[in-house]
């Protein structure tokens, strides 16, 4: 049974942890993600971008899978299906495909047409038992198509965003998507600080979580952040594994071309990232 993310965070806010956003591209990811967090009984989220629910064929199709899947595997600890950096279109067809959470992603909008495409969601989102997502400032590099130039988040915007009546909120504090460039500054402990006083404790959300250093998620997570999202990290283990295996020419003995068994070892390596991040999260045990 798939459930709206607001607990989760909620419980992972008082908690002083963070429950992980890993983002899903086909059956393999989704099946990696739902089985570690079943072992190390944790509460996970299950990140979706528009690019990548096109390429699975549909959000409903998306949906589908993982409820199906939720139940086949016998998955017991909380799973939320959650868009990620939805556009306002794409948030209201996940709403209509089954998903149990949305991220609107305003920022790119000026504040007021950001406050009020947030506004109408919330409505939208709650309305059906979803939990929603927005986001202020940017976060910077490019995910799926999806850019932005890295702005700080403004404490006085995110306490309007908050005022919505959002679950969790993006803010930009120095984050990007990708790989971390050898000049990154970190992150903006300072902003991160006073978003969170200016947001009265809403759960915080921390994008572009590959490569950011231990001690920092630690104190993000000090800080307020209770969502932190993982997707190029699990991507570069499943390419680097899958090389790996090819090169070995593993592929070439008995039937090791099978996509099974050629797709096996990038689903392992991804198993191996998901518990590396969940163990410096700190939800291992938490569902």
């Not at 509460?43 to 629910?53: C, F, N, Q, R």
């Not at 939720?70 to 998903?99: M, N, Q, R, W």
């Amino acid at each position: 049974m798939l459930v709206n993310a607001t607990e989760m965070l909620q419980k992972a806010r008082d908690g002083h942890y963070a429950v992980g956003q890993f983002n899903i591209n086909n059956l393999e990811w989704t099946k990696s993600i739902l089985l570690t967090a079943q072992e190390l009984n944790s509460p996970v989220i299950l990140g979706v971008s528009e690019g990548a629910g096109k390429y699975m064929t549909g959000f409903t199709t998306v949906a589908a899978m993982v409820r199906a899947m939720v139940d086949s595997l016998g998955i017991t600890v909380p799973v939320a299906l959650h868009l990620d950096h939805g556009t306002y279109e794409g948030a209201k067809k996940c709403v209509a495909a089954g998903f149990s959470s949305i991220m609107f992603d305003g920022s790119h909008y000026p504040i007021d047409e950001n406050i009020e495409k947030t506004k109408e969601l919330v409505a939208l989102a709650h309305e059906k038992g979803l939990s929603i997502e927005a986001e202020v400032g940017s976060i910077g590099g490019e995910e799926d198509g999806v850019v932005g130039m890295g702005e700080i988040a403004d404490p006085a915007e995110c306490a309007r965003i908050a005022g919505l009546g959002i679950d969790f909120l993006a803010a930009g504090i120095g984050n990007i998507h990708g790989v971390y460039p050898p000049n990154w500054k970190g992150l903006d402990f300072d902003a991160l600080e006073k978003i969170h006083n200016a947001t009265n404790g809403i759960p915080l959300v921390l994008h572009g979580g590959t490569g950011i250093p231990a001690d920092m998620i630690k104190k993000a997570i000090s800080l307020g952040v209770s969502k932190i999202n993982v997707n190029t990290e699990c991507q570069l283990a499943f390419a680097a594994a899958t090389r790996k295996y090819v090169e070995e020419g593993k592929d070439r003995q008995g039937k090791g071309f099978d996509p099974r068994k050629l797709l096996a070892p990038g689903a392992e390596a991804i198993k191996a990232t998901v518990k590396e991040k969940m163990e410096l999260f700190g939800s291992v045990g938490k569902a």
